[in-house]
C-alpha cells in the first residue's frame, strides 16, 4: 500500500529532499535497511542523511526526530483541521435551528 503522509518540501523545510524522505520513512517505521532498499541507495548513505536531518533538527536519537517529523506535520495542518471542525459546527447549528422551526410550525 503506498502512503503519502504529506509533502517533504512543504512540511520539513530545513531538511533537504534526501533527508526529508528519509526521516519520514524513518517516522513510518521503516529501518535504514529497508529504505536503502527502496531508494536503492547504499545503507551507508540512508544512515548519513539519517545523522543529517538529525543534526539539523537536533535530535538525539530516531524517536526524536520522529517526534520532530509528526510535529512539523501537525502544526501546519492544525489550522485546517480547525476549520473543517468549526464548518462541520456550522452545518450542525442550522440544520438543528431549521429542526426547531419545522418542528414548532
Request: positive net charge; hydrophobic residues 45%.
Given at each position: ?15 533537504s ?44 536519537n ?29 452545518v ?14
Amino acid at each position: 500500500m503506498k502512503f503519502t503522509l504529506f509533502r517533504v518540501d512543504k512540511f520539513l523545510a530545513p531538511l533537504s529532499e534526501q533527508e526529508a524522505n528519509v526521516a519520514r520513512d524513518l517516522a513510518m517505521g521503516s529501518t535504514q535497511k529497508e529504505i536503502a532498499n527502496k531508494r536503492h541507495k547504499s545503507p551507508h548513505t540512508i544512515n548519513q542523511q539519517r545523522r543529517m536531518a538529525m543534526e539539523k533538527t537536533k535530535s538525539r536519537n530516531v524517536a526524536d526526530l520522529t517526534r520532530w517529523v509528526i510535529r512539523r506535520y501537525f502544526n501546519k495542518t492544525e489550522d485546517a483541521v480547525i476549520n473543517q471542525i468549526q464548518d462541520t459546527m456550522i452545518v450542525f447549528a442550522v440544520w438543528s435551528i431549521s429542526y426547531v422551526i419545522i418542528s414548532l410550525a
